[in-house]
């Protein structure tokens, strides 16, 4: 099966959350399986200064109305995937991928350039597989604007919503002016979305099928007080809809084999690996140990994520002998209070604002605990590399956070492989911190749900079957 994966992300070349993890592991793994897979992405200035080694294969023009820009491509194989980098000068070398007043453009550049590279290096597709927003409008494009050419007569289109906080919101007079597609659409209600043109909601309607990142998710997505207002056009396609979980790169996240952590270990060796890596940790943060439990977040620092809630009740924890241990970076105010609780406690609170792939793996080594108090997470995916890591995630139940962990009650811990709550509040955290602090008073314990989270299956073997049988199933 010849499957293109059109995305705005994708590692290992450019990466802001989960979406680059899942486009680059799922095309890695149905790659494993036998298909052939391709991913054209933005070629991105932070990009083309790691000097990639990509070669140009050539370059074609891209139509926005009055606007004429120069797409040129490149190319390079990775992991059995051939990426296909798209290049825009105005566009694309710029010093982040989101955040311009501009992304509309941006992106419809990016998507009708993503439709002209099919036919320009013959990827005739057996499916289309579109991420979020920004190339989700491009089964309407092909639907209504290639539907009698032969080329494209038989592409299926499937949908993956990462994030329905993004919707790819437009003025309608940009439907024609960027895409050159007639007003009726918007007057019909196909890609009408409260008053605006929604990219994303193209999407829904024009792909064969819509997936979303957990059966949680999907739940969640039906139903009104947690579907970011998209559960009514859901609903219509229901039937077409489904939640498949992610899953992680086991060959990355490996205790037993990842080389930018101080000691390996496995679930034989996992309480003196632990050990030995929490050392380091703590070092690396030139914070002391207490006694306490050592609690690690890998974060966008956003309203989202739960940093509030996290930083009041992460001052009660560590006023009562906790060590907490934050890397991320985000919104300004978030980053400013992060500094304020380590000024506070500057002993006991370690935090770095950015990226550091090096450190992320060294808070998932050497923590006692990962935290992830989401408002809203559709899978999430660092709680699962908490888990094979031995390192216990304490979560809010929503979306795949709930699908994935099984919490420590207080009693039992031989069924546990992380802490949940239920209410998004300080209360609800605090009852998280409580239960690890709990936990972790019996080692025994601990280690029981520490091994049990180990034995998880989070590969991406059973998820890429399911996308499978979804691709195989469009008639």
Sequence with gaps: MKIAMFASESLPFAKTGGLADVVYSL?????????EVIIAMPYYLSMKQKDLKARKIGAFDVYMSWRHQEAAIYQLEQDGITYYLISNQY???RDKIYGFDDDGERFAFFALACRKLLRYVDFKADVVHVHDWQTAIVPCLIKEENCFDPFYEDMKFVLTIHNPAFKGMIDRFFLNDFFGLPDSLYDTGKVRFEGMVSTLKSGIVYSD???????????????SETSQGLNGILELRRGDFSGILNGIDVDEWDPSKDKKIKKNYDIKTVEEGKHINQKALLERFGVDWFGGPVYGIVSRLSW?????????SGRKALA???????????EYELEQRCEALRSSYPKTCGIYIGYNDEL??????GCDYFLMPSLFEPCGISQMISQRYGTLPIVRYTGGLRDTVHGYDGQDAGNADGIGFNDYNETGLDYGFAMSRKLSSKQEDYYLAAKNAMKLDRSWKNSAANYLTLYKSIK
Excluded at 209 to 223: F, G, M, N
Excluded at 304 to 312: A, F, T
Excluded at 360 to 365: L, Q
């Design 27 to 35: 095309s890695k793994e149905l790659v494993k399986e036998g298909q």
């Design 304 to 312: 989202q994520k739960g940093i509030d809630i996290l930083l009041g």
């Design 209 to 223: 099928k819509i997936t979303t990142v957990s059966p949680t998710h999907r739940e969640e997505l039906l139903q």
């Design 91 to 93: 566009y694309f070398d």
């Design 360 to 365: 992320a793996h060294m808070i998932y080594a």
């Design 320 to 330: 009562q002998g906790a060590t907490l241990l934050i890397l991320g970076s985000g």
